[in-house]
């Protein structure tokens, strides 16, 4: 992993990482669920330096150069897809899994227009972006956990916003729009959504 890379996907995760301090409402707390799903970023970063200072060895017999190209462009996309939610918002979102967090608006547009959860899907990129960069056990298992972790922060903020005031408008909004990806994980018009029950 060249000096460049180590700059740009370490530069990455602490963006991530600031984000809660410069953008997220800081009403909320770092419960230990919050911990929970932002530990895979902090095990990347450490995974990423370790290797960096020569603590941990890449997988081998793998293209540096390929490898090289497609981590810099996940943590760009990442990176645009950051500032494309970020500027997407009126106001500033709670922190992960606060449980007095009452929404006061769906946001459909910019980016969630095409996924319900950008912010996720911007930090599963930055998690593929450590991965090329450096590609070892302790990368990818942080990219599977990243994936565990939101899935669940994510289908936990949809029962919340379904059983909420906003929960009618939330439920067609999820029959339009993908959870991570563009048109997978929508909800079908008579299906009852997490956290709900047929009639």
Same mark, same amino acid.
């Given at each position: 992993m060249t000096h460049?890379?180590?700059?740009?996907?370490?530069?990455?995760?602490? &963006?991530?990482?600031?984000? *809660? /301090?410069?953008? /997220?409402?800081?009403?909320?707390? &770092?419960?230990?669920?919050?911990?929970?799903?932002?530990?895979?970023? /902090?095990?990347?970063?450490?995974?990423?330096?370790?290797? !960096?200072?020569?603590?941990?060895?890449?997988?081998?017999?793998?293209?540096?150069?390929?490898?090289?190209?497609?981590?810099?462009?996940a943590v760009l @996309?990442?990176?645009?897809?950051?500032?494309?939610?970020?500027?997407?918002?009126?106001?500033?979102?709670?922190?992960?899994?606060?449980?007095?967090?009452? *929404?006061?608006?769906?946001?459909?547009?910019?980016?969630?227009?095409?996924?319900?959860? *950008?912010?996720?899907?911007? &930090?599963?990129? %930055?998690?593929? #972006?450590?991965?090329?960069? /450096? *590609?070892?056990?302790? %990368?990818? @298992?942080? &990219? #599977?956990?990243?994936?565990?972790?939101l899935s669940l922060?994510?289908?936990?903020?949809?029962? !919340?916003?379904?059983?909420?005031?906003?929960?009618?408008?939330?439920?067609?909004?999820?029959?339009?729009?993908?959870?991570?990806?563009?048109?997978?994980?929508?909800?079908?018009?008579?299906?009852?959504?997490?956290? !709900?029950?047929?009639?």
């Amino acid at each position: 992993m060249t000096h460049e890379m180590f700059t740009i996907v370490l530069a990455n995760l602490v &963006f991530i990482g600031v984000l *809660p /301090f410069v953008f /997220f409402r800081r009403d909320g707390s &770092f419960n230990f669920r919050w911990w929970l799903t932002g530990m895979p970023f /902090f095990l990347s970063a450490l995974a990423v330096i370790a290797g !960096r200072y020569g603590y941990f060895a890449r997988w081998s017999g793998l293209p540096d150069d390929a490898l090289s190209t497609a981590a810099s462009l996940a943590v760009l @996309g990442s990176m645009v897809m950051i500032g494309w939610t970020v500027g997407s918002h009126r106001v500033p979102l709670a922190l992960w899994h606060q449980n007095d967090d009452a *929404p006061a608006s769906i946001v459909n547009w910019g980016p969630y227009k095409y996924v319900r959860h *950008p912010f996720y899907v911007s &930090f599963l990129v %930055t998690q593929i #972006g450590a991965f090329l960069a /450096f *590609p070892h056990i302790g %990368t990818l @298992g942080a &990219f #599977g956990y990243a994936v565990v972790a939101l899935s669940l922060t994510a289908r936990r903020e949809e029962k !919340r916003l379904l059983t909420s005031k906003l929960g009618d408008e939330y439920r067609i909004y999820m029959t339009k729009t993908g959870r991570l990806v563009p048109g997978v994980g929508r909800l079908a018009a008579n299906e009852p959504g997490p956290g !709900r029950v047929a009639a």
